[in-house]
């Protein structure tokens, strides 16, 4: 029986994934290195690594903890001057399903962009905890982020679901038992998602998936 769903944010919830990889562009282009769409996907949504790697010379431990937090800063700066914008349905299919599932969120954004993104929306309600890059030790695609939001539910994996919308979202959550609907987005549609439960293109696809789990579980479910 469905009893609850995990969230990702950024692509999920809200319009964040482009701004993130421009932010990510802007950084690393002083540096030698034009950052594109496909470098973005490899290394950032497919894997959990940074384009460091890809730096010619290659960068200290130290030059990149200070190139990483100069990235952070200037990404909030952005975060808290732009219209961050939820995604298309979003705040309808959350309203719809809060009153029969419990819900809550587990991100790889750091807990300062994600307060900055959802001071403005009305989104935060709906769930019970978030779980940000400072609430574990190995971010995804480890499971770890996931198997804790699973203990903070208090259920078992094969009583949740999750929403993503990358790779390495996809292995953290298969990892953990999970299954794992996948909402593609403009950088992410090219990918097949191997290994997903779902794979939908709307917010509406989602809720129709999420409702036909409800309706094949019978009434326990129902408002």
């Excluded at 200070?66 to 309203?95: F, K, Q, T």
């Excluded at 599932?101 to 807990?111: D, H, K, P």
């Excluded at 539910?153 to 999750?162: K, P, S, T």
């Excluded at 990892?175 to 939908?200: E, K, Q």
């Amino acid at each position: 029986m469905l009893r609850a769903i995990l969230w990702d944010n950024d692509g999920v919830l809200v319009d964040t994934e482009q701004l993130f990889y421009e932010a990510n562009r802007e950084l690393f282009r002083p540096l030698g290195l034009e950052l594109s769409a496909q470098h973005f996907f490899d290394w950032y949504l497919a894997d959990n690594c940074g384009a460091w790697h890809l730096l010619q010379p290659p960068l200290s431990a130290e030059a990149i903890a200070a190139e990483r937090g100069a990235r952070n800063a200037h990404y909030a700066a952005r975060l808290a001057s732009a219209h961050i914008p939820a995604i298309d349905g979003a705040a309808d299919v959350l309203a719809a399903l809060a009153p029969r599932l419990r819900m809550g969120v587990v991100t790889s954004s750091n807990a300062e962009h994600f307060d900055i993104i959802h001071a403005r929306l009305d989104l935060r309600r709906h769930f019970e905890f978030v779980l940000t890059h400072e609430s574990y030790t190995c971010s995804k695609p480890s499971p770890e982020p996931y198997l804790l939001g699973l203990q903070r539910l208090g259920v078992r994996a094969d009583e949740a679901l999750v929403i993503e919308d990358s790779p390495r979202g996809l292995q953290a959550a298969t990892a953990a038992g999970l299954r794992c609907i996948i909402l593609r987005n403009a950088l992410t549609r090219h990918h097949d998602f191997a290994g997903a439960w779902r794979v939908v293109d709307s917010m509406a696809q989602v809720r129709a998936e999420v409702e036909t789990l409800l309706l094949a579980d019978g009434p326990a479910n129902e408002v």
